[in-house]
Structure formats: C-alpha cells, structure tokens
C-alpha cells in the first residue's frame, strides 16, 4: 500500500504568487514530487539522494510528501530498477543504524513509479494526486517536477505538465531542467519559446549544478564579508590576471552521442565556468538574497565583455577521441570529428574596473589531473634582495578550490601576504591544521584556507533551493540567452577548425600550455600537426580568398574567418574613401546572426576605422523593445558599437517604439526614419549597406510574395515576417538599391541549398527578394563562404 509520511519543509515548500501566504509562513499541506528520467544515471547517482537527504533533514512534520518516479518504461519493467536505487541512498554519517533505516524504510514507503510516455499517462497521474489529496482531505501545497531527460523532450513534456498535471488552485508549480538549454543562441530561443508557451518563467528552475557547490556558492558572501580588504584591490590595478579552471583525466566513452555535438565549450565553459566568471566580476549587489539584483549585475558582466572570436581561443582534442567516436557512434574509418575536448578561452571586461585584466577560462578532458578551482593571481610590488622566500616575496593569491586535486578538499585560500579573511559562517571553519601538499604552487601552510564544517553534495544543496525558491542558484531566461549571445559568435568562427591533438594525462607535457599576447591567445610552442584530411586536398587554413561572379555580380568567397576578414578591410577602405571625399561615412546594418562575426573583427582588429566619422543605420528591425534580446539594435550595440568610440548622435535605431507601443501604422515610425534618412545622407544614397539572406531568399525584412514595387518611391516601411515577431520596420529597394556599395553576406553549409537553386535564376523575382537587389551604379558584391558555396 502507498503511504505517505509527515516530514517538515516548512518554509520550504510554497511558491509566491498563488495564494495569499508566503514561502515563509504558508500552512503546511502536501507536495507531490515527480522524477522523470527516474532510473537514468542522473537520477541514480544524485538525484534520488538528494530528496532522500531533504527528508532525512525535515523528518519531523509539516508537509506531507509523495515520491514519483516516471519514466518511458512500463512500469513491470521499471520499477525494480528504481528501487534498486532507493535502496541504495545512504544517510548522514553522524545518524545511528536504527534511526538510517527507519527513514529509509519510510522513503521507499513514500515511493512508487509511473509510465509517464503519453497524454494520457500524465492525466492518470493528475487524477491520482488529486483522489490522494480527497481521499486523505489534505491541502495541495505545490507540485515538482524534475526533468531528468534530453532537452529534445522538455517542450513535450512541458505541454503535458501544463495540460493535465497544473496543482490545485493555492499550490505552486516547480519544473527543473537540466543543460543544455540549447546548442548556440538560436536553439536555446527556440526553446526558450516552446517553454514558455507552457511555463512561467518563475516556476522554471534551470540547474547548473556547478552553482550548488559550496565554495562556488560561497563567492559572493566571502567578497562581502571581506568587502574592506577586496574592495581596494579588486580592480585592474592590483589584479594580474583571473583564472578559471577544471581539468578532468577521464574520456568521453560512454556520453559520446552528446559529447560529439557539444564539445568542451558547450559542456563546460559556455555555462559552469562563465558562472564562476560572473560571480567573481560581477558588481556587489547590496542583498545577496535579491534575485533580481543578482540577475542584473550578472547581465551587466555580460553585457560588458568583449566579443570573443577564434583569435581568443585555441582548442585540442586527445588522441584516442577520434577512434572512439568511429567505435561509439558507428562512423566509418574515414570519418573526422573536429570536436574539442580541451579548450582555452582569453576573456576581457570592457569595463573601467577590469580593464585590460585577462580572465582565463580553461578546461579539457585526459588532462594530468582531476582539479577545478578559481584563482585571481594580484600583482606583487615587493621585491626582495636576498630572502626570495620570503613571505612578502611569494606569489599574492585567492583561490576558490571546489575540490580533488591535491587538497582533496573544497577550501577558499588566501595568501597569508594578502590578509587574514573574516570568517562569519558557521558553516564554515578555519583549517589550521595541515598536511604537507602544495596548491597552485605554494606549500598550503602560505594560505588561510577555510573550508565547509560539513561537505554537502551539490545536488542536495540545489534541490532545497528549489523547495525554498531561492532562485539565485539557477539560471535566469535572460543570462541563459545573453551567455549564448557571447559564445556562439567563438563557437561559429571554430566549428571547422582543427584541434591540436595531445596523448593525454602526463604526456601532454607542455603541449597545452598557452601564451597571451595582447587581447589575443596562442598554443606556446608550434606543433605541427598533418590533418587527416590533407591528402584529400586543400585544408580550411591554407585556402585563399578568390574572386568570381554569381548572378551576374562580383563575387568573393573564402573560409569564414578569411571572408570576413576581406569584408572588414573593404568595408574600412570604403570608410576612408568616403571621409576623404564628404567627411561622413553612411552604413546600414542588418539583423540576424550571419553579421556577429563581421562586428567581432572590426571590434577587435580595426581599432582605426574611422567611426567617429560614420553613421550607423539599421536595414531591417523586429517590431519588439529595442532592449530586448530579439532587438537587431541590441544585437548590433552588444557586439559592436558597445566596443568601439562612436558618438551616440552618430547610432540611428529604427523608431519601432512609439507612443508605448509598437509598429503602430498612425505612430509614423517608418516616415520618422525616412525623413531623417532624406535629411542627414546626402541623396537618400548610403556608402555601405550590409545584407544577409534568409533561407527563403529573403534580404533585410522584404520576404516571398511581396511585390518588389509595392512601397514606390518609400525609403522604409512595415513589413509582414512570416516567423514571430512577425512585424517589422525595413528599408526597401528604393532605399538599398540607392547605396553607393551593398555587400551581401551569405555563410554556412545550411545556405548551400538556397545559393543552388539562386545561381540557376535567370531574372529577378518575388519569389526570391534577395534577386531585387540591384545597386543602381551596379556595385553589388557577394560574400559567399565555401560552406554555403559547394556545401
């Protein structure tokens, strides 16, 4: 029979917002729990456990609680499997044999398993909890779910959960999801979107479970308990650099259906090290309870750094991965996997404090040791004549050390030439006793190091959050995108370059160390390494930029980063042709993603590209809040004009918000545009406009079916998008065709398709916009990469 037990979470379990109580003092009632994914590996090696050490913690009364493990598997099938594991969950080390199996025997009572496969299945389910809750005449206080499966299957089950599995009015809704959220900033808008026609944001916890480990966790409190000694060095003048690291000596057999689309960027460093990253530079908020002000200044750190391309990065792959991606995933003998399994990544904040300090982000499978920890290395200005050792002569440092390595422990540690830290946790204790280890290359008697009173696993901390609600410990829909919108750019700019193969563990000796220069990153030491595919023919590095005609205009093309590059330098003569001539340049921008590499480079490489002289328009916007992150404007102030000396009277947004509202004919935005258009360049003729192309054909906003003359003699107007948001302002071919020069940027494998069937058109056509381009004085170039050349 299935029976349930009183245990306390008290002010755990309730959710501001549905009923007049809160967390705090809601009474108590039931929570039903739901495991999906329930005998996974996740769920077998922390998930379970850790609701097991929430009931351990809250045994005494209060709520009442059920357990339920769901699954694709029939339930005859399943459930043994499942018990397997609620057998196997151990108790706290200070509790007697009596009391451990008393609370486990309870925790399995708790306990039953459910197919959970179809609609249906998810209506049982409902209608079970609700009988329970009748039949016991107990009050709902909330329902959790946690989706331990692939993101693939979150929207689904998230569209059943909002159909059939909604609490009782009064009771809260919890959903947690696990990473990835997304492939790259497109994918996790996807997402994003599909989850949101389900959820509210405020009942989405998405894990990273790097933000339940203590010492991460611990950050933000140690800089504000020891605020009066970080507060003066914690800046570009005392600080040398930052280091983020986590280095592991196991393979991927085993996760290499993941671990092959993904890579060490996208499994480790896009999400847990970025964290760690904000954490450590994000500004001080004043209630470190405040979610909100927390969510602010992590997007404020964000917002701040520098775009990163392929020259802040270098990559490796172990020698080994090769052949186990042919073995795990049935590729043939010829088959090459460019995937990364080590990376490094130079960061730089755009902000007065950092300036000009570098932030490493490393980390890479088969390396020398298991060992993840933050350091920020300070700048010594002691010199000492005799006595190197000397304690004022040693390296000044703080490390955040989550664990393994030599220590073997998690510990913050301080230079004892720093100063002495505050310890005001009681959690937390002082070590002084200390065995004979170095880290990071002092003897650990050189540090005050500090560690937890109790080791709690990360999983356990984390799902005590959940019930409390504390959302600071999860990832926010707006850090989520804006982290993506900085790591897809590097992403992009290395998807087909080459990895430097190392053997792994001790032999890798100096192969992965790493050099700075300047904002850029390079290996130290030159390897030569022969690509398995260079006896094929010529490699992506060696391969020049060429010049040609397509439909029956000029023509380049090269690799990716080599056409940028050419459209940077043609963009920048282009610039300084028109400064000379009339002492302005015009340039119109367009949307979408295919431009972020363009607007890292001249970022980052044409520092004297005369912006101070150039005005900046847009060629196309979504008919959305010009901070939102759809915006083609906050895209362009993100990735560009954030990071280079413009004057703010030279940026010219498309007025999409007037009047508290948006795109709204009577409002006159598009004629707002145009008139200013008519009034500032010289003609209506821009210098430089820059185009994209669609998948359909389409250019700046001027999509299939539209009739190229249907604006006449219009510089801007709405247009009509057939994807969501579906409204936008856009220049139209009288504008574009005006322009003294228009580029168009087309890159990627996924428009090879699109340039086939456009080559084999003999005349313009509304069925391809794109075809409507036609510069009046002829000076039309295709940038077309290789990828979306030949495929």
């Known amino acids: 029979m299935f029976v349930t037990v009183l245990l306390l979470l008290g002010a755990l379990c309730a959710h501001k917002g549905h009923g007049q109580e809160s967390e705090a003092t809601q009474r108590p009632g039931h929570v039903s729990v739901v495991i999906i994914g329930a005998t996974g590996d996740l769920a077998r090696k922390y998930l379970w456990q850790g609701f097991f050490d929430a009931y351990v913690k809250q045994v005494k009364g209060g709520n009442t609680f059920s357990f339920y493990g769901g699954g694709q598997s029939p339930s005859d099938k399943a459930t043994p499997l499942m018990f397997e594991i609620l057998k196997g969950v151990s108790c706290p080390k200070d509790m007697s044999q009596e009391r451990c199996a008393l609370l486990k025997d309870q925790f399995l009572r708790l306990a039953q398993y459910r197919q959970l496969k179809t609609l249906e299945h998810y209506q049982d389910l409902a209608k079970h909890i609700e009988k329970k809750l009748q039949d016991e005449a107990m009050t709902e206080t909330g329902r959790l779910f946690y989706l331990s499966v692939p993101a693939y299957a979150y929207a689904d089950i998230a569209d059943k959960i909002n159909q059939s599995c909604r609490p009782t009015i009064g009771g809260w809704l919890k959903v947690v999801l696990e990473k990835p959220f997304g492939h790259d900033l497109t994918s996790a808008e996807v997402l994003a979107s599909q989850l949101a026609s389900s959820l509210k944001e405020e009942e989405m916890y998405r894990i990273d479970h790097y933000l339940g480990k203590q010492v991460i966790a611990k950050i933000l409190p140690f800089r504000k308990e020891n ?94 991965y090769n052949s186990e991606v042919q073995l795990e995933l ?85 230079s004892k030439n720093l100063f002495k830290p505050v310890l005001m946790d009681a959690e937390w204790k002082e070590v002084t006793e200390h065995s004979d280890v170095s880290v990071l290359g002092l003897p650990i008697s050189d540090y005050y190091v500090h560690t937890p009173t109790k080791q709690h696993e990360a999983y356990s901390e984390l799902i005590a959050h959940i019930f409390s609600g504390h959302k600071n410990s999860f990832i926010s829909i707006e850090n989520l995108l804006s982290s993506w919108s900085l790591w897809t750019p590097l992403l992009s700019s290395l998807d087909s370059a080459y990895p430097r193969i190392y053997p792994g563990g001790e032999d890798n000796g100096h192969m992965l160390d790493i050099h700075l220069k300047g904002m850029d990153i ?54 300084e042709a028109a400064v000379l001539e009339s002492g302005v340049f015009h340039l119109a921008l367009s949307g979408g993603s295919t431009p972020l590499a363009l607007f890292h480079r001249l970022a980052l490489h044409h520092f004297s590209f005369p912006w101070r002289n150039t005005h900046v328009w847009m060629v196309d916007e979504r008919c959305v809040p010009l901070a939102e992150v759809e915006s083609n404007f906050r895209t362009l102030h993100d990735h560009l004009l954030h990071h280079v000396r413009i004057p703010y009277f030279n940026i010219h947004p498309m007025p999409v918000e007037l009047n508290h509202r948006l795109c709204v004919e009577e409002d006159r935005g598009a004629q707002i545009y145009e008139s200013d258009i008519r009034t500032l360049v010289n003609g209506s003729s821009f210098h430089f406009v820059l185009l994209g192309v669609g998948f359909d054909g389409h250019t700046a906003s001027l999509f299939p079916g539209a009739k190229a003359e249907e604006h006449g003699q219009s510089l801007v107007a709405l247009t009509e998008s057939p994807v969501k948001p579906h409204q936008r302002m856009s220049l139209t071919f009288t504008a574009i065709n005006r322009a003294r020069r228009v580029a168009l940027l087309v890159m990627g494998k996924g428009k090879h398709e699109m340039i086939t069937q456009l080559s084999r058109l003999k005349n313009s056509t509304d069925r391809w916009p794109v075809t409507n381009v036609k510069p009046d004085n002829n000076r039309l170039v295709w940038y077309i990469d290789y990828d979306a050349l030949i495929g």
Request: hydrophobic letters at 40%; glycine letters at 6%; a neutral charge.
């Open 522 to 575: 390079s290996y130290k030491s030159e390897v030569v390494i022969i690509s398995p595919d260079q006896t094929a023919g010529t490699s992506a590095n060696s391969a020049k930029v060429l010049q040609g005609k397509f439909c029956n205009a000029d023509m380049v093309s090269a690799w990716s980063e080599e056409l940028v590059g050419q459209l940077a330098v043609d963009m920048q003569e282009a610039a």
């Open 330 to 414: 049935n590729k043939t003998k010829d088959h090459i996997s460019l995937t990364p399994t080590y990376a490094a990544v130079l960061a730089h904040i755009d902000e007065a404090q950092f300036e000009g300090v570098p932030i490493l982000l490393i980390s890479g499978k088969m390396l020398d040791k298991r060992v993840g920890y933050a350091r920020v290395v300070f700048k010594n200005d002691i010199f000492c004549l005799q006595n190197q050792n000397g304690v004022h002569c040693k390296p000044r440092q703080i490390i955040f050390y989550f664990g393994h390595g030599s220590l073997q422990y998690p510990a913050i540690l301080v």
């Open 227 to 320: 605020k009066k000694f970080l507060d003066p060095i914690w800046n570009k003048h005392h600080i040398e650099r930052v280091e983020i690291v986590l280095k592991e000596t196991l393979d991927v057999q085993g996760r290499m259906s993941f671990y092959d689309q993904y890579g060490v960027i996208r499994d480790v460093i896009q999400n847990h090290l970025t964290e760690v990253m904000m954490l450590l530079t994000m500004r001080l908020p004043s209630n470190l309870s405040s979610s909100e002000e927390v969510v602010q200044n992590k997007l404020r750190i964000l917002d701040s750094l520098l775009p990163l391309g392929k020259n802040q990065a270098v990559i490796g792959q172990y020698q080994g």
